[in-house]
């Protein structure tokens, strides 16, 4: 089966600009997780779907960041207005039953 | 509530060397422990899970062993080579909200290989 896909793989903006980023689960897969990754330190989770809802997202910046999940499938995750702390590799993954399955990630640099 | 732990931080070796990675967990009641491998600024590519019911999990060079009721969980890379350097991380999954769950996280152990 295809991997989690994920783009952009990079991006570099200035702060106070606005960023989304993609990601496209395995087929199949209910599960869908949005992580954070500051360099130096454990994944983050921002946002937890399952099909189309929102099972968790108590560590999302909500007056900052947003995401969707359309169709129980594809996924997006949207910030605005970036700040500097916001320098992180943001992860999709996906999950079957407890395995994890991740994306190359984002890299997003905000300057 | 559950909080794993990975020692050493960093590891530097030079290339041929046996080296086993530590990780710890403080609740023993687990579904399994995946171990993942993370190149800088990079996804994270799962290297082994070991499910509860087993005692380890062997792929190629690498081998995952598991002891519940200590709460440990360690990571041997055999005959280690400049490719193997990156931060491995070990996560074990807990339950979350509406019969989902969620990974718990370490730091990681950034681990150089020189040649």
């Known amino acids: 089966e295809a991997g989690v896909a994920q783009s952009p793989r990079y991006k570099i903006i200035e702060k106070r600009q606005s960023v989304a980023f993609w990601c496209n689960p395995i087929?199949?897969?209910?599960?869908l997780y949005w992580y954070q990754q500051i360099l130096g330190q454990g994944p983050k989770l921002l946002i937890q779907?399952?099909?189309?809802?929102?099972?968790?997202d108590s560590q999302l910046p909500k007056d900052r960041f947003s995401a969707e999940r359309l169709k129980g499938v594809d996924s997006t995750l949207k910030i605005q207005p970036a700040k500097l702390e916001d320098s992180a590799v943001y992860l999709c993954?996906?999950?079957?039953?407890?395995?994890?399955?991740f994306g190359q990630g984002t890299r997003l640099t905000v300057v | 509530k559950q909080e794993v732990t990975q020692i050493p931080a960093a590891l530097s070796v030079p290339e041929g060397e046996n080296l086993v990675l530590n990780c710890s967990f403080t609740?023993?009641?687990?579904?399994?422990l995946q171990w993942f491998r993370q190149d800088p600024g990079k996804g994270l590519t799962s290297l082994l899970l070991?499910?509860?019911s087993q005692r380890e999990q062997t792929s190629g060079r690498l081998n995952a062993s598991l002891d519940k009721s200590s709460g440990r969980s360690t990571l041997y890379i055999a005959a280690s080579q400049p490719g193997d350097s990156a931060t491995y991380l070990c996560?074990?999954?807990?339950?979350?909200?509406?019969?989902?769950?969620?990974?718990?996280w370490g730091l990681g152990t950034s681990l150089a290989v020189n040649p």
């Open positions: 993954a996906d999950h079957r039953e407890t395995e994890a399955f």
């Open positions: 087929s199949g897969h209910a599960t």
């Open positions: 996560a074990v999954p807990i339950d979350n909200a509406g019969n989902n769950r969620k990974l718990i």
């Open positions: 070991i499910q509860s």
């Open positions: 779907f399952q099909n189309n809802g929102v099972v968790d």
């Open positions: 609740d023993s009641a687990i579904y399994n």
